[in-house]
């Protein structure tokens, strides 16, 4: 369970925003009481008066736990602190001075049926030492509920890399605002459900969490024109054409048209056909005024005509979603094709498209980011953590999405919601953030083991929690 809409902040952004809180007069050892008071908060709810052991390392992270065991040994609880080193001069020194119930090493502790875990938090960038990382998992494996402060020990804040940190911590509490670990990589087998609280720090950044979308009504006025035309290209695999097109249809497109060889397979009555013969057809077809916003890639094909069929596309100028085939067929050259186009375009890849359209270096926000910039285009990069990033810098992440997500033709699907969004006047990360909630949400009322076929038929439900 991941936060709808919540701020992103990498480790260096975080502590920037905790810089700039000092300078307005608010001490760190404020600071502290206000995420220990948070967290407790949380702790209190869940032990239900069992016994904690708190987790204290020698940083902040430690200073944030002693806050914790005092205030959860206040509120009636046994609290038996274990510390993995004596604390750091400063604030946490302080807290833990403040701290007069019992202590033990980190070594010596014994199992308890709630474990708070404040060993270390952001910032860790190598593995925890063998000794500790042995320790924490077993006591993390002996409790009954473990609560991470900020984050697991063991995670790589800005990559979501683990570092030592053990499967089984149940929640964590994030403070101020989420990290990239949260939402990326290993991070999302390892912090369990996300809590976010706020703890007086202002946050100010164009990376959040894809929120839940507000579609209009159509109005009195309203016509299949103004709710915009989509043109799906059909290839040489006609059922991903059609999976696109009716996801288009399904998700709020005034009027779908899918352009491709003569019509093959059954398709709902509503699905305008066009017939397109070669290259020269579908620049004449993609001229059309009343276009609103093209799908190509589903199904599309890897020969001399569906490469063809790129260029002009790639030349048109309407707005422009690029999938499957479409992203083989760009390959290396991604960026620089992308780049010299006008018109805006959307690109969803999933990791090893993406991987050979772009490659890039750090997190998987980092490397969408730099795709983004170099292509200009809007990048959904797709997978169990969604990172969606625009040339303007601007991030949506979808966390925790249904892993039975995970079978073919559900992108297609994907790519014709997007397209559908587009349609009715979105841009950049906009459509596409909406396009990945509608999609998800679908995929959510699917249930297990569906296909993409049942996935086309949830959408309308999905856009009915969303007007």
Same mark, same amino acid.
């Given at each position: 369970? !991941?936060?709808?809409?919540?701020?992103i902040?990498?480790?260096?952004?975080?502590?920037?925003?905790?810089?700039?809180?000092?300078?307005? *007069?608010?001490?760190?050892?404020?600071?502290?009481?206000?995420?220990g008071?948070?967290?407790?908060? +949380?702790?209190?709810?869940? %032990?239900?008066?069992?016994? $904690?052991?708190?987790?204290a390392?020698?940083g902040n992270?430690?200073? #944030?736990?002693?806050?914790?065991?005092?205030?959860?040994?206040?509120?009636?609880?046994?609290?038996?602190?274990? /510390?993995?080193?004596?604390?750091?001069?400063?604030?946490?020194?302080?807290?833990?001075?403040?701290?007069?119930?019992?202590?033990?090493?980190?070594?010596?502790?014994?199992?308890?049926?709630?474990?708070?875990?404040?060993?270390?938090?952001?910032?860790?960038?190598?593995?925890? +030492?063998?000794?500790?990382?042995?320790?924490?998992? +077993?006591?993390?494996?002996?409790?009954?509920?473990?609560?991470?402060?900020?984050?697991?020990?063991?995670?790589?804040?800005?990559?979501?890399?683990?570092?030592?940190?053990?499967?089984?911590?149940?929640?964590?509490?994030?403070?101020?605002?989420?990290?990239?670990?949260?939402?990326?990589? #290993?991070?999302?087998?390892?912090?369990?459900?996300?809590?976010?609280?706020?703890?007086? !720090?202002?946050?100010?950044?164009?990376?959040?969490?894809?929120?839940?979308?507000?579609?209009?009504?159509?109005?009195?006025?309203?016509?299949?024109?103004?709710?915009?035309?989509?043109?799906?290209?059909?290839?040489?695999?006609?059922?991903?054409?059609r999976?696109?097109?009716?996801?288009?249809?399904?998700?709020?497109?005034g009027?779908?048209?899918?352009?491709?060889? +003569?019509?093959?397979?059954? $398709?709902? #009555?509503?699905?305008?056909?066009?017939? !397109?013969?070669?290259?020269?057809d579908?620049?004449?077809?993609? /001229?059309?005024?009343?276009?609103?916003?093209? &799908?190509? @890639?589903?199904?599309? *094909?890897?020969?001399?005509?569906?490469?063809?069929?790129?260029?002009?596309?790639?030349?048109?100028?309407?707005?422009?979603?690029?999938?499957?085939?479409?992203?083989?067929?760009? *390959?290396?050259?991604?960026?620089?094709?992308?780049?010299?186009?006008?018109?805006?375009?959307? &690109?969803? =890849?999933?990791?090893?498209?993406?991987?050979r359209?772009?490659?890039g270096?750090?997190?998987?926000?980092?490397?969408?980011?730099?795709?983004?910039?170099?292509?200009?285009?809007?990048?959904?990069?797709? @997978?169990? #953590?969604?990172? !969606?990033? @625009?040339?303007?810098?601007?991030?949506?992440?979808?966390? *925790? %999405?249904? =892993?039975?997500?995970?079978?073919?033709?559900t992108?297609?699907?994907?790519?014709?919601?997007?397209? %559908?969004?587009?349609?009715?006047?979105?841009?950049?990360?906009?459509?596409?953030?909406?396009?990945?909630?509608?999609h998800?949400?679908?995929?959510?009322?699917?249930?297990?083991?569906?296909?993409?076929?049942?996935?086309? /038929?949830?959408?309308?439900?999905?856009?009915?929690?969303?007007?």
């Open positions: 369970m !991941i936060p709808s809409g919540a701020p902040l990498s480790a260096d952004a975080m502590r920037a925003a905790e810089e700039a809180v000092f300078a307005r *007069g608010v001490s760190q050892d404020e600071l502290m009481e206000r995420a008071a948070a967290v407790a908060r +949380e702790a209190l709810r869940f %032990a239900m008066g069992r016994p $904690a052991l708190v987790l390392g020698p992270n430690g200073g #944030d736990a002693y806050v914790v065991a005092r205030l959860l040994r206040e509120a009636g609880l046994d609290v038996l602190v274990a /510390a993995s080193g004596a604390p750091k001069p400063g604030a946490a020194e302080r807290m833990h001075a403040r701290w007069q119930g019992p202590t033990t090493s980190l070594y010596g502790a014994p199992v308890r049926p709630v474990v708070i875990d404040g060993l270390f938090g952001i910032g860790v960038t190598r593995p925890l +030492e063998r000794s500790i990382a042995a320790v924490f998992a +077993e006591l993390v494996r002996g409790a009954d509920f473990t609560l991470a402060i900020d984050l697991p020990s063991g995670m790589d804040t800005d990559s979501g890399a683990e570092l030592g940190a053990p499967r089984g911590v149940n929640a964590t509490v994030a403070l101020g605002a989420l990290k990239p670990a949260h939402l990326l990589d #290993d991070g999302l087998s390892r912090c369990g459900h996300v809590l976010l609280a706020g703890i007086g !720090i202002p946050v100010d950044t164009a990376w959040r969490t894809v929120s839940r979308p507000h579609l209009s009504t159509p109005g009195p006025q309203s016509h299949k024109y103004s709710r915009g035309l989509v043109a799906v290209i059909e290839g040489t695999m006609p059922g991903a054409g999976l696109a097109a009716r996801a288009a249809m399904a998700s709020g497109a009027y779908v048209m899918l352009a491709g060889p +003569e019509p093959t397979g059954p $398709a709902p #009555d509503a699905l305008v056909r066009r017939t !397109i013969d070669d290259a020269d579908l620049a004449d077809f993609l /001229a059309g005024d009343r276009i609103d916003a093209v &799908v190509l @890639g589903p199904g599309l *094909g890897r020969d001399r005509r569906a490469e063809a069929f790129l260029r002009v596309g790639l030349a048109a100028d309407k707005p422009l979603v690029l999938d499957g085939d479409a992203l083989s067929l760009l *390959g290396t050259g991604a960026a620089a094709a992308l780049a010299a186009r006008e018109a805006p375009v959307w &690109v969803t =890849p999933h990791g090893g498209e993406f991987d359209m772009f490659g270096t750090g997190s998987k926000i980092d490397r969408t980011l730099q795709a983004a910039a170099a292509s200009g285009a809007t990048v959904v990069h797709k @997978g169990g #953590d969604t990172v !969606i990033a @625009g040339p303007d810098g601007s991030v949506r992440v979808l966390a *925790g %999405a249904s =892993p039975w997500l995970s079978t073919a033709g992108g297609d699907v994907l790519a014709g919601v997007l397209g %559908a969004q587009i349609g009715q006047g979105g841009s950049g990360v906009d459509p596409a953030a909406a396009a990945v909630w509608l998800g949400r679908a995929a959510q009322l699917a249930g297990p083991a569906f296909f993409a076929d049942q996935l086309v /038929a949830q959408l309308a439900e999905a856009c009915s929690e969303c007007l």
